[in-house]
């Protein structure tokens, strides 16, 4: 289902998390990136990893896949 | 496999249980990580070892939180365990997360222990994540039956890269056959609430122009139409009709619900089905349900409502039973006084019963059989009559 939209906010800081944890991602701290959403490329390669239709956005069901019980290993390196 | 392929140097791997799970008993825990051994045991020459003291080179642990490592538990759900790849010190080291509740077969709610430490010895062989959908390496749970669960082909294709196949000898060292004692037999489902003769029928077509429907609400912003065990579901955020079953959402909710509707301000959705009622939010149901109806102040003659519709601005609900309705007060949580009215005499033009309603953008829309009205809300007004389907796009 879609989420509730009060929760939409808390979903995108999970989703930042869950991509920090599982797909390296760092948030860019100096703002000249050229991405208006750095996390989109990330989000890409999970929905790549999962069989997901790659959009790049945090659609209904990237967001469910996210929140389903898991390994702590990352999916694309290992702990350093 | 990890960056640059650590794997043990050696067939001879030991490992240690440092601490146990209050949820199992030691000996279930030790058969579950016993048995995952032999599982990669079983397919390459390594053997392993158990020591009961002294440092191992894979030490099995059961931590929550912060627990000396970089990379703390969060609390149930989420992240179930980890492990790290081959290697010194930390190196091959689990650690499962005591948070979750830890459990020995698939009867009852909980994590299996055997398939996330079968899992996670992976990773301490040097396994990193399969994307192959039901191998044991896929980062995410999946529960299965174990009794004789057998290592799926891209996990041997994986740990075989790294250690070869087994010696023609038995590769773990012979030990007493730890035979899973057969999980109990799975218990029966908590039985429905009412067990439903839904015979299993064709789903009916989406455009039939007979096309009738039990029961009609909205649900974040997207429109559910129940049939039998049936849901079609119309969503803004994509153009295709999903079509779905009840269980797909509900699993334990019966099918055949007879009224739904939902409450956007406390992202509830309340069903009704014969003389009972159900609340949930989203996939989850409420705790504390089914009530009866009569806890709305419905009398004992009212066995089941028709059909059920909440308007949002007025904060009222209408219930239909009959030829008859009653307005539900979302603010004292209780009936109006001076009903049930006609609806006849409220709603001119509907001059019957209704199966099924919903409201959309200032209107209600009433079902009854394969005919849909809509009703402007502000004056009660029929606007116009459709087919029950024309949300299809048919």
């Known amino acids: 289902f879609p989420v509730a939209p009060e929760t939409e906010k808390e979903d995108m800081q999970f989703a930042q998390k869950y991509l920090e944890n599982f797909y390296d991602f760092k948030e860019e701290k100096n703002f000249r990136t050229t991405h208006l959403n750095p996390m989109a490329d990330k989000i890409r390669e999970m929905q790549s990893f999962f069989g997901l239709e790659v959009t790049g956005e945090l659609n209904r069901k990237t967001l469910d896949m996210m929140k389903q019980p898991r390994c702590g290993i990352p999916d694309v390196r290992s702990y350093s | 496999t990890f960056p ?102 698939n009867t009852h709610e909980g994590y299996n222990l055997f398939l996330v430490a079968a899992h996670e010895l992976g990773h301490s062989l040097g396994l990193g994540h399969s994307n192959v959908f039901g191998a044991l390496m896929y980062p995410i749970y999946m529960a ?15 740990i075989q890269a790294l250690y070869g196949p087994p010696k023609e000898s038995p590769a773990f060292p012979p030990q007493e056959p730890t035979e899973m004692t057969p999980a109990e037999a799975p218990t029966e489902m908590s039985p429905r609430e009412e067990p439903t003769e839904v015979t299993p029928s064709e789903r009916p077509q989406d455009c039939d122009p007979h096309l009738t429907f039990d029961a009609i609400t909205t649900l974040r912003g997207e429109i559910l139409f129940f049939k039998g065990s049936y849901v079609w579901r119309k969503s803004p955020y994509f153009s295709e009709i999903e079509r779905d079953t009840i269980s797909t959402f509900w699993p334990s909710l019966a099918a055949g619900f007879d009224a739904a509707y939902e409450i956007d301000k406390k992202d509830r959705v309340i ?27 419905f009398p004992r003659s009212v066995k089941k409502i028709d059909a059920a519709v ?32 006609k609806i006849a005499v409220d709603f001119p033009g509907i001059g019957h019963t209704i199966d099924a309603a919903f409201q959309k953008n200032e209107h209600f829309y009433f079902f009854h059989g394969s005919n849909q009205y809509e009703v402007d809300i502000k004056n009660k007004k029929l606007v116009r009559t459709m087919k029950s389907n024309s949300w299809f796009d048919c």
């Open chain 2, 144 to 158: 299965r039956d174990t009794r004789n669960y057998r290592l799926p082909q891209d996990d041997i294709n994986g």
């Open chain 2, 271 to 297: 069903f009704f089905k014969d003389n009972k009622y159900w609340a949930v939010s989203g996939y989850n149901i409420q705790p504390g349900f089914p009530k009866p109806i009569q806890n709305l102040g």
């Open chain 2, 310 to 341: 909440h308007d949002q601005n007025a904060k009222k609900t209408y219930f239909f039973v009959g030829n008859k309705y009653w307005s539900f007060d979302e603010h004292t949580q209780s009936m109006e006084r001076g009903y049930p009215r």
């Open chain 2, 4 to 105: 640059r392929s650590p794997r043990w140097k050696k067939e001879d791997v030991t490992f240690r249980i440092l601490n146990y799970t209050p949820d199992m008993s030691q000996a279930e825990v030790d058969e579950a990580i016993t048995k995952a051994f032999q599982l990669w045991s079983s397919v390459t020459p390594l053997r392993f070892t158990r020591l009961y003291s002294g440092e191992a080179d894979i030490m099995i642990s059961f931590a929550s939180g912060f627990h000396g490592d970089f990379y703390s538990f969060d609390g149930p759900g989420g992240t179930l365990a980890h492990a790290y790849p081959p290697g010194n010190g930390i190196g091959g080291d689990t650690h499962f997360d005591e948070d979750e509740f830890w459990i020995k077969s």
